[in-house]
């Protein structure tokens, strides 16, 4: 709410407080929003390395990587409609 001033003033920094604190207790959103906000320089000193880092831990923490590997095991079986839910639903999940 605070990164794009829903409802309240916009504040990068506050936003990125709350981030930090919901990446600490293990978010991979925040780690999300944590590396864009790197890679851009909002509200941070544009880090590229750390942004890369944090999608990094993204990619490895959220349920797709799960999704991943059950769209790819339908897939392999011939269940294509499965796997093609799975990989929709990843997709919804960004």
């Known amino acids: 709410m605070y990164l794009k001033g829903i409802g309240v003033n916009r504040d990068a920094k ?35 390395a750390m942004a890369t880092s944090l999608y990094k831990l993204v990619a490895e923490r959220g349920p797709w990587g799960s999704l991943s590997r059950w769209a790819l095991e339908a897939y392999l079986k011939g269940d294509i409609g499965k796997a093609l839910f799975l990989y929709l639903r990843m ?4």
């Open 14 to 48: 506050l936003a990125c407080k709350y981030f930090i604190i919901a990446a600490n207790a293990g978010q991979p959103k925040a780690f999300y929003q944590l590396a864009k906000m790197f890679h851009a320089g909002v509200g941070l000193k544009k880090n590229v």
């Open 91 to 94: 997709a919804e999940l960004g």
